[in-house]
């Protein structure tokens, strides 16, 4: 009861299509290794943007700071944003013609 050649030709034909449908689906199934690339990606996206964030905020921390013990850093503020000046100090404007 050995297998002839026909017979061995179609369980082998058989075996691999099994082989190929399950590679088929490890590859594009609902979980499969393709989506997994593509949250990683994303993953990858979200880290970076936590990062950016992160730093974004340790230097408004560092800017509150400034804010509440460096008397220098709210004066040159106050001057460079609101055009505050200092009592008896006088501004001269020129215009560019």
């Given at each position: 009861?050995?297998?002839?050649?026909?017979n061995?030709l179609?369980?082998?034909?058989l075996?691999l299509?099994?082989v190929?449908?399950?590679?088929?689906w490890?590859?594009?199934?609902?979980?499969?290794?393709i989506?997994?690339?593509?949250?990683?990606?994303?993953r990858?996206?979200?880290?970076?943007?936590i990062?950016?964030?992160?730093?974004a905020?340790?230097?408004?921390l560092?800017?509150v700071?400034?804010l509440?013990n460096?008397?220098?850093y709210?004066?040159?503020?106050?001057?460079?944003?609101?055009g505050?000046?200092?009592?008896n100090?006088?501004?001269?404007?020129f215009s560019?013609?």
């Amino acid at each position: 009861m050995g297998l002839d050649k026909k017979n061995f030709l179609k369980l082998s034909i058989l075996t691999l299509v099994i082989v190929g449908l399950f590679m088929a689906w490890l590859a594009f199934g609902e979980r499969g290794f393709i989506h997994l690339y593509r949250m990683e990606k994303e993953r990858q996206v979200y880290l970076e943007k936590i990062r950016e964030l992160k730093k974004a905020n340790d230097e408004l921390l560092e800017q509150v700071n400034r804010l509440k013990n460096d008397g220098d850093y709210v004066e040159r503020l106050a001057r460079k944003e609101l055009g505050l000046v200092k009592q008896n100090e006088v501004i001269y404007r020129f215009s560019h013609e």
